[in-house]
């Protein structure tokens, strides 16, 4: 309800959508575009047609699922006549935007929201990215995600495109959050989701797994989207 409330102030206070925009959104690491349901049937209901991307995201390098999965979204027929295309991310997800649009451009790219994005990487790779059971359940695209100078997010440079991003100060990981400097959300620290050329930058008390799952967090997803900031008018 609360959720939904928001929503309507929103629809009622912010600017017309130009005819057909479309959100795409991208999940995280080791998740499911079920991860989503909640915030694609808020943004369904904000007036979004809604491409919600399934992954296999323990499969590749960044830069491999990047261009096979942003690839094939951008062409899938239900965009054909979108005026903007948005994306709205999780996680991993919002790395792979960053990758994608560093090779490629896109007139019809419109607002990007990233949700607890690894954007400087995470201490937490650092540490455990050597383990071998951390390649089992991560995958190549999680060994990629360190702090390192050299790690694939700190590699992809300052943003070109307008971005909101949207951290998390809750964690219910205590031992991740030992391995992370200063407040975090149980996977990514508050100032590691931050990235040069970022338009705005607002934080809920939410964890990692549930940040897309936050009302706050949606609610500042779909103002951002509709105006280009996190902030009331």
């Known amino acids: 309800m609360k959720t939904l409330l928001l929503c309507l102030c ?27 349901e909640k915030l694609e ?38 965009l054909l006549d979108c005026s903007k295309i948005h ?18 451009g896109n007139a019809r790219l419109g607002r ?7 954007n400087q990487g995470s201490e937490v790779v650092d540490r455990l990215g050597s383990w071998v059971v951390f390649k089992k359940i991560n995958g190549p695209a999680g060994g990629e995600l360190g702090t390192g100078a ?3 997010p700190c590699t992809l440079g300052p943003v070109d495109f307008e971005l909101g991003v949207i951290a998390g100060d809750r964690s219910i990981n205590w031992l991740n959050s ?12 508050v100032k590691r989701t931050k ?9 809920v008390h939410a964890t990692h797994p549930y940040l897309m799952k936050n009302d706050d967090a949606i609610a ?10 996190f902030q009331t008018r």
């Open 41 to 78: 049937s808020a943004l369904a209901d904000a007036g979004f047609i809604v491409l919600n991307v399934d992954y296999p995201s323990r499969t590749g390098t960044i830069e491999a699922l990047s261009e096979t999965v942003i690839g094939a979204a951008l062409q899938d027929t239900r």
């Open 87 to 104: 994306f709205v991310t999780h996680s991993l997800g919002g790395i792979l935007v960053r990758s994608y649009f560093k090779r490629h």
């Open 195 to 203: 990235v040069a050329g970022m338009k705005e930058h607002s934080v």
């Open 220 to 229: 500042l997803t779909i103002r951002f989207l509709k105006t280009g900031s």
């Open 10 to 36: 929103i629809v009622l206070s912010a600017s017309t959508l130009q005819a057909g925009e479309c959100v795409i959104l991208l999940h995280g690491l080791c998740r499911t575009s079920a991860s989503m």
């Open 178 to 189: 030992m391995l992370i400097e200063g407040p975090d959300d149980g996977k990514v620290s």
């Open 150 to 152: 050299e790690s694939a």
């Open 112 to 118: 990007v929201v990233m949700l607890g994005p690894p």
